[in-house]
């Protein structure tokens, strides 16, 4: 399989997927557009089976495997998604994994990887690489490492998000200039860019970061692979790789994806207005492309704009505070009190 | 119109109701389902337009309404969630709407339900009559009076739900053993149960009230149309109709529908639940149902078991409340701590 997955590769996946994943609503809140001015539509990966977008490309990945890798088992590094979107694909195909996680990552991930009935190796992400420990488990054990992004099955699978937005918007008669991908290393948004862009050609791709982790904002402009300085302290747990991904960059250079960044306390807001006008519990990283559309970033007035809410393993205490603090939108002004 | 909707009434409502409101999805936790040792599938009505399923029966009656009356307007009184779904019907149709709302109703749906465009009307739940102020209206400015349950075309409305359950339960090759439903005055119930038993005959349908107004449970139990003595007094605002109806209490007994009832604690906890494993937002009353699987009142154990969800506009300080309090479920045990 050539690096960078093929529409074909997309939709072979779907296929694979089927009875495996769900297909996810993309839900639209009419007082949201009124208060917008246009069309947003909300793809809710967040009622993805584990709460993300991950379990698709992990069982596109796992269900590749020859039998015996999967007898053997299968090791991944993950902030908390991956983790359980491998876990939970492992489990449904009777397959051992083993899930390496940094221990900062939300409890809720931990306890639901662990519930899935992975096995999981914590590490310290300021000290220790997630890369190795991966690679050292693998060798030791003969296990195959599924990578969070930079894989083309993996790729491929989270590309299927983009046929179904795709598929849905040609249902209700939609075409969508702007579609809004949260981006940690790209798997999502170069599956997405591939699949929108065979329906829908002129269709604006943006990924969407967190301020002071926008490697693929900085990435995408300069052309050039750049890293982030830190790797903690953003809410955003789910979106702090170091990096994009050898595949995903030029992917999502070939499809002419531009990069947008959002604030900590606007990932907070948009969680906030999730919880009103969708009724959709998001995670900080699941709510960075919502709250884009949100507060500016990109205008959405007389536009019909898709964006990607793409997990909501959010931690309780950070879900409820986004309600109480920011349960309100202020009508005509585009902006959360 | 006979009073009581036939099956083909349900059907055209379906076909009436194509683009105006949305299939929502039959929602499934692999982590909740092993906690329950079940499979516990959720209808997750939240997700309707206006965020109920009140939407349904207020499009089904709108849209049958002669163009005069149309012209003249429509008035209805409800709690909140009818009064969202007959404005934001009435808006999409170009129809004026007067809606008559309690002064303690949620601020959530009165803000709502002014923002889709309605005229709103607010009495005294304790001292005066909504039945009355809205017959009134009608007779004083010719408008036409949309009833929140007692009406055919508002039932053939809700029981759309039951037709996609039906339908979402045979593509997944689920037979649904028990279908449990909040109530107020049971025009969602009795509905879902006309579509789910022409597909599925062995079903038993529950409705779930909150304790303390469990008129249906009293009225399924002694054959007769039993009422509330108390007029307020649960966080249940949506479940809290005096008595079920004259055309609903009939249907329910003809369906062998019986009930259960569940606390306003086990109501907010089950939002938490539903938050942390389902990524949704519910309001209490749209909890009940959940709230009576997760907590023993009807056992899940070994069986396949539908609860509809039905609704999600919730007071934000509740929700926060419910998602710090109860994100938690004891594994093994069926209880939240």
Redesign the interface.
Known sequence: MNPAPALSDIQQAAKRLA?KT????L?EA??LN?VLGGRLLVK?E??Q?T?SFKARGAFNALLQLPQECKNRGVVAFSSGNHAQGVA?AARSLGVPATIVMPRDAPP?KIA?TK??GASVVLYDRETESREKIGADLANKHGLTLIRPFDDPHVIAGQGTVGLEIAQQCKE?GAVPEHVLVPCSGGGLASGIAIAIHASFPGTQIHVVEPEGFDDAVRSLASGRRETNTKKSGSICDALMADAVGDITLPILRKERVTGLAVSDEESLKAM?VA??Y?????EPGGAVALAAALFGKLAVKNRTVVVVASG?NGA??L???A??RF?ELK?NRGEVS
């Open positions: 009875g769900v297909l996810t609503p839900l009419p007082l009124d809710a967040c009622l089976r709460g939970y809720l639901n519930a899935y209700i906030g919880a009103r969708l009724k959709i519990m998001l909501g309780p205490f879900q409820a505070e309600i109480s349960s009508l």
